[in-house]
């Protein structure tokens, strides 16, 4: 008869870590503030400006490569092609902020980003940022 191997330090230790995630998704679910979005952040240090993105699921909208995401709208994908198109490509750094978001959460963490990077000094590109 086959006997069951003692979970070991690190068995153990995933199982804690497997229970924290869980309990930290079940209480930001209860919040509302679980959910499949994420932002993003694109930033061209050359011209001190940058581009807060918003999208749903895994694949992030990336301008340099063309390809764009479900629940990215058009005016902010051609405001931010037409952004990267008019600088030279080096210089561009791209950054997650936030995953994992419920649409209403996303909204305020890439206001909240935005206002960050202006008070940074950036130019943000986005049509929806207010002006400085």
Not at 85 to 91: L, P, V
């Amino acid at each position: 008869m086959g006997q069951k191997a003692k979970p070991t330090h690190e068995d153990k230790k995933r199982e804690r870590l497997r229970a924290l995630r869980l309990a930290n998704e079940a209480a930001r679910r209860e919040a509302g503030t679980w959910g499949e979005m994420a932002v993003g952040e694109i930033l061209h240090d050359g011209s001190r400006s940058a581009f807060v993105q918003v999208w749903k699921g895994q694949r992030r909208p990336d301008p340099l490569e063309g390809s764009r995401c479900t629940g990215v709208p058009a005016d902010e994908w051609m405001a931010m092609v037409a952004w990267v198109n008019a600088r030279k490509s080096i210089g561009f750094q791209k950054r997650i902020v936030a995953w994992d978001l419920s649409a209403d959460e996303a909204k305020r963490v890439a206001q909240a980003r935005i206002a960050e990077l202006q008070a940074q000094g950036y130019t943000v590109i986005n049509p929806a940022a207010s002006p400085q």
